[in-house]
């Protein structure tokens, strides 16, 4: 009897996690005829440098503009994908994308750098470089010192020797690097020795409390630390309020991104955004300085 029970408890187990595997193979489906179909769309949120007051560039940030349930954020279709290889072609779109993008904007905004998230499967892909070039060869007129490549510091640390090697070869060409969510990581000391990236993003999670909360204020300061002592650019993400980027600028962080300064906003809105920014006077600036 209890063998049985075993055995059926087995199929029921066995139909359920079949079914779980149609589900998810059909949602790829669907993910994959969404790229085909025109239906995904980079958003745009801007970087800026807080203590210049200026906007240096834009992060792309991937949206589902789906048919019946209107914009889908990347968390909610990425994860299911990110283990295979349709995310090498979204990533691929994503680049090309960020490439039209500059081409676009080089009129007005010839300074600004486009930084693309890169999954780590696309990122050890064994022809990353070889497709970067290739995507890059059909941009002449724009400088890949325009694009910056966002990778997890968790994924970085995957392999470290290759994504050491992909990251040299990648910058040999001009593209740079962030290494995202800073601080999540291992952030070790060595691996930080070995990665050749330009630049730390200090993981928003930090930031949010950093007002109140001592121990994130000591992870910021220690990664701002970090990078001094690393020569490497440092940003923070997560900038929801004025203050939060006035006491990053006090403890030497002069780049920002946030909602604090913008949400991410499709292409066609950013001019005007741009146009209109004024950084808050809480920072140096603003129409009355007087009490400076
Ligand atoms: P991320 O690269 O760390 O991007 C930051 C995320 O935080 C974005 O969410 C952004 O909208 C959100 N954010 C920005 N400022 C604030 C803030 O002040 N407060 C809060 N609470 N959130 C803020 P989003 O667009 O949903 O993207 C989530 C993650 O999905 C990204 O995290 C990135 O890891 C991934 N992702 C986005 N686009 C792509 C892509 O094109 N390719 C790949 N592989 N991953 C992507
Ligand atoms: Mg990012
Ligand atoms: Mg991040
Ligand atoms: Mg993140």
Not at 208 to 221: G, W
Request: contains cysteine; hydrophobic residues 45%.
């Amino acid at each position: 009897q209890a063998k049985l029970n075993g055995r059926n408890q087995f199929h029921l187990f066995d139909a359920e996690q079949d079914q779980q595997l149609r589900t998810h193979h059909n949602q790829r489906a669907r993910i994959r005829q969404a790229l085909q179909q025109g239906e995904m769309r980079l958003y745009f949120q801007p970087k800026v440098n807080m203590r210049q007051g200026r906007i240096t560039g834009m992060e792309a940030l991937l949206r589902w503009q789906h048919p019946e349930q209107g914009i889908v954020g990347p968390l909610h279709f990425l994860p299911l994908i990110e283990h295979t290889d349709l995310i090498i072609d979204v990533g691929d779109w994503v680049l090309q994308q960020a490439m039209e993008q500059l081409r676009a904007w080089t009129g007005l905004h010839a300074d600004w750098v486009i930084s693309v998230n890169i999954a780590a499967r696309h990122f050890q892909c064994k022809d990353f470089v070889e497709r970067l070039r290739t995507i890059l060869a059909a941009y002449p007129d724009i400088a890949p010192e325009r694009l910056e490549i966002e990778i997890l510091e968790s994924a970085a640390i995957q392999d470290i020797q290759h994504v050491r090697d992909v990251m040299l070869a990648c910058q040999q060409i001009g593209v740079s690097f962030a290494l995202d969510d800073f601080g999540t990581g291992y952030s070790s000391l060595s691996y930080l020795k070995r990665l050749p990236a330009d630049t730390l993003k200090i993981d928003q999670s930090f930031v949010r409390d950093m007002l109140e909360d001592k121990d994130d204020l000591a992870v910021i300061s220690a990664v701002i630390g970090l990078a001094r002592a690393f020569n490497r650019v440092v940003i923070a993400e997560g900038v929801e309020t004025p203050e939060h980027g006035a006491a990053l600028l006090r403890l030497g962080c002069e780049l920002a991104q946030g909602y604090g300064i913008a949400r991410p906003m499709p292409a066609g809105q950013v001019e005007a955004w741009a146009d209109s920014y004024v950084a808050p006077q809480i920072w140096g600036h603003g129409k009355d300085l007087e009490w400076e």
